[in-house]
């Protein structure tokens, strides 16, 4: 009798199984979704290496594979764009954008995370309604700000790295993101920072920043895909090359004739590169700050 009573019934059976369908039905729907996910992110991608390999007639064409790989597309590209001066260009903004963006939205950000000052949420929800703003709306005020200060400061703005970074310097998502990584951190650490006799700025640099260094490695990595892809507000800014970056060199490959589209897609390969590589070196830091930034607790 124990042992009859040890072994499971029909019913319960047919039951497990009743629940279990629905489970493995789930799963079966979200690994769809992922896949298909997946191939909708990295197909424009292969198809772009892919054309970088081809001859004009066959990237003209329409072919998914190149017959031969013309390895010389990469070298013609690098020449014919001046990628080399564009490149460094391109190294210079980034490097000035994201410190300045690092220091000034990381203040910002702690200011409306642990500082109490009057209409702190006010100001708090103006700067995240910029957010709704399409870029383009941006641009003009910013050129006259600009245009303005290069009359006025000592250095000029135009044609020249201030007008391609300071507007940049302060990122309403950066400072929110920070910000909600800022208020995770216990109360009790900035109890006992001031029992030491610390202050905001200690506290901030000595505490908050080595803890917050996954969504600080987030804000770099968004400040530099967004600083690396800029192309629209350079050309606005500047009408030499001086500190033009790689994105203008793409255009290079539109002429008369017509678009090089193996050589635009060799130079947009180049282009990319350093984003992927970036990504690859803080992808794990990266997912860190983005899956626990929203949180709070």
Known sequence: M????????????IKKQKNGTPRVMRDLGIYIVLIVGAAVAIVPFLYTVSVSFMNLTEANGGAWLPARLQWENYGNAWIQAD????????VRIAVITIVGEVIFCTLAAYAFARMEFWGKGFLFALLLSTLM??????????????????????????NNWPALTVPFMASAFSIFLLRQFFMQVPNE???????????HIRYLIQIMIPLSKAAIMTLVLFAFIGTWNALAWPILVTTTPDWRPISYGMLAFIDEAGSQFHLQMAGSVITM?????LYFFTQKTFIEGIST???KG
């Open 2 to 13: 124990a042992k009859l009573a040890a072994q499971p019934t029909l019913g319960a059976s």
């Open 83 to 90: 990628f080399g001066e564009y490149f460094w260009n391109s």
């Open 133 to 158: 703003l399409p870029e383009a709306v941006t641009w003009v005020p910013n050129f006259i700000t600009v245009s303005w200060l290069g009359r006025v400061g000592p250095i000029p703005w135009i």
């Open 189 to 199: 650490l900035w109890d006992s920072a001031q029992i030491d006799g610390a202050g």
């Open 273 to 277: 590169l350093p984003v992927v590589v």
């Open 293 to 295: 930034s929203g949180l």
